[in-house]
């Protein structure tokens, strides 16, 4: 029930184009959920978090959809760009457990071609 | 302000050896966290730490001990390295921050264990 499965593995895109990339979750208490970023040799970092009373949060060219009885949420990146090749995690926490404690989707490496 | 430093960034060990890994934050944050990255397997949780003095397991923790003696370092110790402990190791610490956690990482050490 702790799981957080991500999907697709990989994904090439064109420059301009709309990157799609989806997690799904069991655990129905999970009420936080961040996107992080991580660029080759670094560690991630924070893109965009939602909270699941809100079905959609957008930052810049980011935004996460959130389908709360499907369990499911996405982020798209629009206008894709060579400098958005990395790779993406999403993942799942329990605010109330009071430890931070992140589970994590299994990564998707996007690249976008010029 | 350096954020999480880790260090080495390599290391080679040989069967049966130890060694530690070290982390160390300067953000004052409370929540520490040790994670190992496997391709294709996001990141998993090793162990973790709420505050200086307390530390907990997390997913993945056989083979794998800690220390939290302070609020800025977190090590982990590795007894009687395996070939299954080849991966990247990553240190992160967070605040809470109207009851989210942003994790911030450190750079990574690459281990092999041969």
């Known amino acids: 029930q702790q799981q957080v499965k991500q999907s697709p593995q990989s994904l090439i895109v064109q420059k301009g184009g709309i990157s799609i990339i989806n997690c799904a979750y069991e655990?129905?208490?999970?009420?936080?959920f961040p996107w992080y970023q991580q660029f080759p040799g670094k560690g991630p970092a924070l893109l965009i978090a939602?909270?699941?009373?809100?079905s959609e949060k957008k930052e810049g060219r980011f935004t996460i959809s959130f389908n709360k009885s499907a369990k499911q949420f996405s982020l798209h990146i629009m206008d894709s760009q060579p400098g958005d090749s990395a790779t993406y995690f999403c993942?799942?926490?329990?605010?109330?457990?009071?430890?931070?404690?992140?589970?994590f989707g299994q990564g998707t490496t996007l690249q976008v071609k010029p | 302000n350096a954020g999480v430093t880790q260090t080495p960034k390599f290391r080679i060990l040989k069967i049966g050896q130890s060694m530690t890994l070290q982390c160390t934050q300067d953000?004052?944050?409370?929540?520490m966290y040790w994670y190992r990255q496997d391709p294709g397997m996001g990141l998993k949780l090793i162990y973790y730490?709420?505050?200086?003095?307390?530390?907990d397991k997390g997913e993945v923790p056989n083979g794998y001990n800690v220390s939290r003696s302070t609020t800025e370092d977190f090590p982990l110790r590795l007894e009687l390295a395996a070939p299954s402990q080849t991966s990247v190791y990553f240190c992160?610490?967070?605040?809470?921050?109207?009851?989210?956690?942003?994790?911030?990482f450190g750079p990574g050490t690459r281990l092999t264990v041969t």
């Open positions: 655990n129905t208490a999970f009420d936080y």
């Open positions: 992160a610490s967070s605040y809470s921050r109207t009851g989210t956690y942003e994790q911030y």
């Open positions: 993942a799942a926490s329990l605010t109330i457990s009071n430890t931070g404690k992140l589970i």
């Open positions: 953000m004052n944050h409370n929540y």
């Open positions: 730490s709420v505050g200086a003095g307390i530390t």
């Open positions: 939602i909270r699941p009373d809100v």
